[in-house]
């Protein structure tokens, strides 16, 4: 199968331009011979909780049915993360979803590890399970950004069968090397393909204006770099072709999982 990589920038804020923007991407995606198209954390809208709030409250727009009818015009389908308010009065959930290209939603995973220093836990709900699904494209896990420092969740992910795991993130500078290192260690210890799609561009959190450096990378489970997108692009797009039967070879090479001493972790 082939996958996407987009790595977009962002209009904080505004859902409009955000989604025509995705439908674009969509659009290039599947020009590219992509049957699934991945994109950023919060690709409809930044990280302006007050705003996003407001905007679920005031609307009654799903998010997830214009990004169902911008799947199923392109005949693609993608995946990435959208506030999720599921009552008016709770908090919203980080959602990554998984949407086919027939408009129907496949899977759902709210982001579990909170990051504190942007405040997210104080305008965020956490989610509390760990998501692996069976999809047309084989069994796949997912993670949102802060997810990536926690190995934990990857483990029990591949233990549940996952072959591929989809990392939708916001990762600001100065921490390039964490995300290239982390990315690639979370392939290589769980012997699957990992999808880390990372953000491009800047926001601005009040004085503060935080720039992504993008690097958005699908690696195989050597570890290999397949396809990466370049630091600091804000609008650029890389092409994966994945073998997923790579990964019970691989698996069946060195079985570390078979070797696991779960009896005394």
Known sequence: MRIALAQTGVVQGDFEKNIELINDAARRAKKGGAQLVVFPEMFVCGFDYKKNSAFLKANKIS???????????????????????????DLPTNRLVLIGADSKEIAHYDKIHLFRIFNEDKFVKAGDDIVVSDTPFGKMGFAVCYDLRFPDIFVRMAKRGAKIIIISAAFPHPRSEH???LSRARAIENQCFVIAVNRG??????????????L??????????????GEDASDAM?????????????RGQIPAFADRRDDIY
């Open 201 to 214: 561009g800047s926001e601005n959190f009040g004085d503060t204006q935080v720039r992504y450096f993008g």
């Open 179 to 181: 995300w290239r290192i």
């Open 216 to 229: 958005s990378a699908a690696i195989d489970p050597w570890g290999g770099i397949l396809a990466e997108c």
């Open 238 to 250: 890389a092409f994966a072709d994945i073998n997923i039967d790579e990964v019970e070879n691989i």
């Open 63 to 89: 998010l997830e049915k214009e990004l169902g009818k911008i799947a199923k015009s392109n005949d693609i389908a993608l995946c990435g993360s959208i506030p999720h308010l599921a009552k008016a009065n």
